[in-house]
């Protein structure tokens, strides 16, 4: 076998196809919804306040529904799954999500449902 002649590129900055780059090494990747779904009020809530902090325009005209991503490549490489893509699979996946919380005084990883 003969050695690639061009430099490889780091594969953590590239984004594949039908990824999206948010910025700051965050990309989403594939898959997401085609058409835009309605949020819990709680997701709304959320989301608004995202939007009042960022002082983004056209708060009033946001439907309250949005496109959910299956996964989020993190700055640091690692891949974050949303709990919408594990629902959809048809396997019976491991329960490999897990959440560390860390405030000031604690630390604690707990499993999600």
Same mark, same amino acid.
């Given at each position: 076998?003969?050695?690639?002649?061009?430099?490889? *590129?780091?594969?953590?900055?590239?984004?594949?196809?039908?990824?999206?780059?948010?910025?700051?090494?965050?990309?989403?990747?594939?898959?997401?919804? /085609?058409?835009?779904?309605?949020?819990?009020?709680?997701?709304?809530?959320?989301?608004?306040?995202?939007?009042? *902090?960022?002082?983004?325009?056209?708060?009033?005209?946001?439907?309250?529904?949005?496109?959910?991503?299956?996964?989020?490549?993190?700055?640091?490489?690692?891949?974050?799954?949303?709990?919408?893509?594990? /629902?959809?699979?048809?396997?019976?996946?491991?329960?490999?999500?897990?959440?560390?919380?860390?405030?000031?005084?604690?630390?604690?990883?707990?499993?999600?449902?």
């Amino acid at each position: 076998m003969m050695p690639t002649v061009l430099p490889s *590129e780091d594969k953590s900055t590239q984004v594949p196809h039908g990824g999206k780059n948010l910025g700051n090494g965050y990309v989403l990747l594939h898959v997401c919804q /085609s058409t835009a779904a309605d949020v819990s009020e709680p997701e709304a809530t959320a989301i608004m306040s995202l939007w009042e *902090e960022k002082n983004w325009p056209n708060q009033d005209r946001w439907p309250r529904a949005v496109r959910r991503w299956a996964r989020l490549r993190l700055p640091n490489g690692q891949i974050a799954r949303s709990r919408w893509s594990e /629902s959809r699979s048809r396997r019976n996946l491991r329960k490999t999500t897990m959440v560390k919380f860390r405030d000031n005084k604690n630390e604690e990883t707990v499993p999600c449902s």
